[in-house]
């Protein structure tokens, strides 16, 4: 099954505070709710967009935050907590479903809600009804934000690439490699490229920063039109040619399956960058995108209130 959201969590686990009768840490609920709701492997391996954290884990630790704010948990020690009385009342009524319309019965939590001017639950920010059924945590809020955000700057940057003339495209592909630790200086880098013109090879640039090796390249800054298994055959063919088995095939189209099952089954290394990829390595490199604003996520430091004896 896929991972439940985090309002479904909240019953299971508050259960099995009940259930424990003493302090419980996420780790142990992870693991109890993860058998009583049957997840698979692959699911407990589903992580947040930022890879940081696994999915399951962080609903429920979310889970737990806010039944700790509606005064259903009560926090123990670091990453404990145990169910309170109101807990236990609310069990007694044998609720089918906790959930944030539930829970906002209970003033502390609607105060909490008020505090968090832009979480699930603020009517400013939010279509009248949504705050209800949200299923994604504030983490998981945020980083689906970050991916929107992320996904239409690729396209925009894809666009752009597709209308800059093909020196110009060369160009951002030198300012690429040498970003991404390729051909030692830009002034080398930019050198090789566009000097070969011998049989489907754009260029030449450096494996590292020393020269002891070279890796071919390929640039087709193609509109829609796929590339397929007869441009990347003339570029192993070039490679073959000078004796050289490492080369980059770039493109801001994308390759066909033909393409891509022939590079997988030859000798040489070819390594295919379509224009989705592309775009993307630009951005983590930096490379024709420039830093707007930064939203720093921040914890407690649990060791900076350890007190010293």
Do not use: C
Request: aromatic share 8%.
């Amino acid at each position: 099954m896929a991972v439940p959201d985090y309002q479904s969590v909240m019953l299971p686990l508050l259960r099995f505070a009940a259930q424990k009768g003493t302090e419980i840490s996420t780790s142990e609920a992870v693991e109890a709710l993860a058998k009583e709701l049957r997840l698979t492997e692959d699911d407990l391996k589903e992580m947040l967009p930022s890879g940081i954290q696994a999915t399951f884990v962080n609903r429920i630790g979310w889970a737990s935050t806010y039944m700790k704010k509606a005064g259903l948990l009560e926090a123990t020690r670091r990453g404990f907590y145990h169910i309170t009385d109101r807990g236990k009342d609310l069990l007694k009524k044998q609720p089918t479903t906790i959930n944030v319309k539930l829970l906002k019965q209970y003033p502390e939590f609607l105060e909490f809600q008020q505090l968090k001017g832009t979480r699930s639950g603020d009517k400013s920010s939010e279509p009248k009804g949504t705050s209800d059924i949200s299923t994604a945590t504030p983490s998981e809020a945020l980083e689906a934000a970050y991916e929107n955000l992320r996904d239409e700057l690729s396209d925009e940057l894809l666009s752009r690439l597709k209308k800059i003339s093909p020196a110009f495209f060369e160009r951002v592909v030198v300012e690429l490699l040498v970003k991404m630790g390729y051909g030692g200086s830009r002034a080398d880098a930019g050198k090789a490229i566009g000097r070969s013109g011998d049989g489907g090879i754009d260029g030449i640039i450096k494996e590292d920063k020393l020269g002891l090796d070279v890796v071919y390249i390929q640039a087709k800054r193609w509109d829609s039109n796929p590339v397929g298994s007869p441009d990347v055959m003339q570029f192993a063919g070039a490679l073959q040619a000078q004796r050289a088995n490492k080369g980059i095939f770039i493109t801001t189209s994308r390759f066909t399956d033909d393409a891509r099952s022939y590079v997988s089954q030859i000798g040489s290394k070819i390594v295919l960058i379509d224009g989705e990829q592309l775009t993307s390595l630009m951005i983590e490199h930096d490379v024709g995108v420039s830093t707007v604003s930064l939203y720093p996520v921040k914890r407690v430091d649990s060791d900076y209130f350890e007190e010293s004896i």
